[in-house]
């Protein structure tokens, strides 16, 4: 499974350079470059009505390799029209809504079942799985690149999006030899297929984690926009985009590297919090160090640094708090919120920055990170319990208290937490 994560996104980072290319050659239009990867992001954004009860069939590696093959042939719509000549801006939009169904599935698949082979191994390996995944996923960004520049250089665009389906169906037939260690149960229908909200209202950590990621998803056209435009505003077009993906990229590499050893030590609602918090405060020094490339490469280095380490605790509190069906679920409602963000703030970013300018709009992005890190972040709440103690005192109401550790992961609970006593009993607080 590993190998297929980087097979397939070497795949994907290599055609972001190819498609385009080809894109333009085949239709002679600038929009039709956008077409295939704004029709990917449809699937997504309605996948909690079309895949509720379809993901929770994604419990194999046979499963997940079906979701492979289809995907291959929506990777094939383009190359093959190519080939005869017929490419039209239907056969691109096409291959973005059959591959966007694929990768909606997926993706989440890959990590839910990734998980369970890991819970089979013991208490911490789900999570240190799901680090060694995304250090491969990161490895991507550096290692595409320069790989497509050349073969582009050399060959032309067209192999490489032959080169993405290859690689795509090599993955499928990886995920074949996948075996998990005990079959699922198929569960009652009624049961089956949580929707997605109800899984986040069941498990509060999760949806302060899930919070997080959707903000942070929502705020990164502030960095990627936000200095391409800094840099032409301030005559240095395309510098400082460079020395910020750069510096963010090795950042993320050598915290990827690292991740697998420390996210199961380290509690992990506080670590994405912090991590998100210190990616904030990266954001609003960017403009003020702009005036040095060196230095604005540092700065994204730092938080650059702490996105693996946060991305992984997210993937622990899932793997950790979750199994069978609320676990697809789960990651399928991480995937959903953050990618969902990503597209509208890419959507609205332009906009946001012709109004208020790059600067302005990094600083602001920064302190909304910094602000939902200290809202949804595993703080004390004082106050807000002493309000509902003070609400219930006229209730005649049996608590009881339970153990401040009560995580598998040995993160505490709630300082002071109270558990509704009597029928049902107590919450899942894992």
Partial sequence: MLTTTFVSWMGQRTTAVALPLVALAETGSAWSTGLVGGAVGLPMLASPWWARRLRQRLTTGRALAWVLAVQVVGLLVVPTGAAVGTVSAVHLAAAG??????????????RAVLSDIGDSLGSTVAA??????????????????PVAGWAVAVGGPLPLLWAEAAGVGAGALLLLTVRTTAAVAPPARSAGAPALR?????????????????????????????????????GRPGVLIAAGMTGYGLGSLTGALLAPVLVPRMPALATMAIGWAVLGVTFTALPAVASSVVLLACVAAVGGFCMPLGIGALNRIISTRTDGADRRAAFAAESLVHDGAVSIGLLAGGAVIGVVGAGPTLVAAGVAQVAVALVAGPWPRSSRLGRRHRRGAGRRVRYRRVRLATADDGEAAWPGDIVRGGAGGTSRTR
């Fill in 97 to 110: 809504l059959v591959t966007g169904c694929a990768t909606a599935l997926s993706g989440p698949g890959q």
């Fill in 128 to 145: 240190k799985l799901l680090t060694w995944q995304d250090l491969l996923h990161r490895s991507t960004m550096i290692l595409a690149p």
């Fill in 198 to 234: 109800h899984v986040l209202a069941r498990h509060g950590d999760i949806r302060r984690a899930v919070t997080m990621s959707g903000v942070g998803g929502l705020v990164w056209f502030a960095f990627t926009l936000g200095l391409a435009i800094l840099g032409a505003e301030t």
